[in-house]
């Protein structure tokens, strides 16, 4: 079974900074393509930022273009989420997401999420 482990939510003041992580075990990661997705209360999940297998492509919802920065370790099987000048709107779960190669583009697996609080 595939595990995505999410880390580094937290509270943060507007303006500040977090890093998320998710490592997962997966023996294809060097070949996914993976996703970052977040949740705000009330609101349906929506799209955040997907970097390619090689990480040479990079996308962002409009939103957090210019303040979030995507990355990847292949040799660690990890994926980042580097968020800076945050604010409130930002606040949700945050989740990782799997979509494998020849999927389409369709994300097939997830990770459990992560908190993020940004107060005003």
């Known amino acids: 079974q595939v595990q995505l482990v999410e880390s580094g939510g937290g509270l943060v003041q507007a303006g500040g900074s977090l890093t998320l992580s998710c490592t997962t075990s997966?023996?294809?990661?060097?070949?996914?393509?993976l996703g970052w997705f977040r949740q705000a209360p009330g609101k349906e999940r929506e799209f955040v930022a997907s970097?390619?297998?090689?990480?040479?492509?990079?996308m962002y919802a409009d939103s957090v273009k210019g303040r979030f920065t995507i990355s990847r370790d292949n040799a660690k099987k990890t994926v980042y989420l580097q968020m800076n000048s945050l604010k409130p709107e930002d606040t949700g779960v945050y989740y990782c997401?799997?979509?494998?190669?020849?999927?389409?583009?369709?994300?097939?697996?997830w990770g459990q999420g992560t908190q993020v609080t940004v107060s005003s």
């Open positions: 997401a799997v979509s494998p190669l020849g999927s389409g583009g369709q994300y097939d697996y």
């Open positions: 997966r023996r294809t990661f060097s070949s996914d393509n």
């Open positions: 970097i390619s297998w090689r990480g040479e492509i990079t």
